[in-house]
């Protein structure tokens, strides 16, 4: 199977100063398989499930042989805090996005924000508290 973050990303998480805020980003993965989402409906749980949610943010057709769905959640957010608590109850501007790939997800972090694969890094490497 196909690890859900290539070897050739550091980390899953980024961080920019955008109009004189800090936007953060992380990447999040889910696994998927058609067998996992056909359990889910025998079970009426997949609009509940997290594959679910992430199916949602997808919002394409999903092809058989795909292993992994994944996530970009980014936010403002302030540096200076070293609570994790405070940190996330004073970030605002939530954005969610879904894709099929790693691929895709990057090019569109490069096309909106300008950012590459390598300035993707461990959590400990950016200003969200841990």
Known sequence: MRKPIPYWLRG???????????????IHT????????????????????I????MRLVNSEIPDDTCHLYKLHTYIGNPNLEDFEEFVFSS??????????????????????GLTKSDF???YETNIPY
């Open 51 to 54: 594959l679910g949610q992430y």
């Open 30 to 49: 889910c696994e998927y398989s058609p067998e996992a989402v056909q359990r889910l409906k025998e079970i009426d749980c997949l609009e509940e499930s």
């Open 92 to 113: 605002t501007e939530f954005e969610q996005k879904g894709f099929l790939t790693i691929e895709d997800l990057l090019a569109c972090c490069n096309t909106r924000w």
């Open 12 to 26: 899953r998480y980024a961080q920019i100063n955008e109009n004189d805020k800090h936007r953060f980003f992380e």
């Open 121 to 123: 890094k461990p959590i």
